[in-house]
């Protein structure tokens, strides 16, 4: 059996959606004063916390050069502190400063989160599931081509 029209249309409706995604977080970074990418890598550190730069550059996928590039630029802005760590010494941990990173980011997103809140508002519990069953399923492909991808 072959792949609907519709299901093709959906795909490259989800395409769209993901390349419009990638303009807005640039847009959103130029405003704050860091590159799209920059500031979705912030964000990795806002959810996990305090970690080292190889669990950054492991979670990015970037190098450990380019992660201390990233780190320089975000001790630079004061979004981050270096510290050491207190059992390995040798090892440094990059501590997020929340309070910090939420000012300089919340003014620039608060609308669109409560446009979002109010869209899946609008669906019913039914269509709610699916959405998360397309989120959670997307998620999974796009993990599993990533390891694909590193392997």
């Given at each position: 059996m072959g792949i609907s029209e519709e299901a093709i249309q959906l795909r490259k409706l989800s395409q769209q959606f993901a390349y419009t995604s990638i303009q807005m977080h640039e847009s959103i970074g130029?405003?704050?004063?860091?590159?799209?990418?920059?500031?979705?890598?912030?964000?990795?550190?806002?959810?996990?916390?305090?970690?080292t730069a190889g669990e950054?550059?492991?979670?990015?996928?970037?190098?450990?050069g380019a992660v201390t590039g990233l780190i320089d630029r975000f001790e630079k802005k004061k979004l981050v502190r270096r510290q050491p760590?207190?059992?390995?010494?040798?090892?440094?941990?990059i501590v997020p400063d929340n309070a910090r990173i939420a000012q300089l980011i919340i003014p620039q997103y608060q609308d669109f989160q409560d446009n979002t809140d109010q869209l899946f508002a609008s669906f019913s519990p039914e269509e709610?599931?699916?959405?998360?069953k397309y989120f959670r399923s997307a998620l999974?492909?796009?993990?599993?081509?990533i390891e694909k991808i590193k392997s």
């Open positions: 130029r405003k704050i004063g860091l590159s799209g990418t920059d500031h979705k890598y912030l964000g990795f550190l806002v959810q996990k916390g305090s970690m950054l550059a492991v979670i990015t996928g970037l190098t450990t760590d207190k059992d390995d010494r040798r090892k440094i941990i709610l599931k699916t959405l998360e999974e492909i796009m993990n599993t081509k």
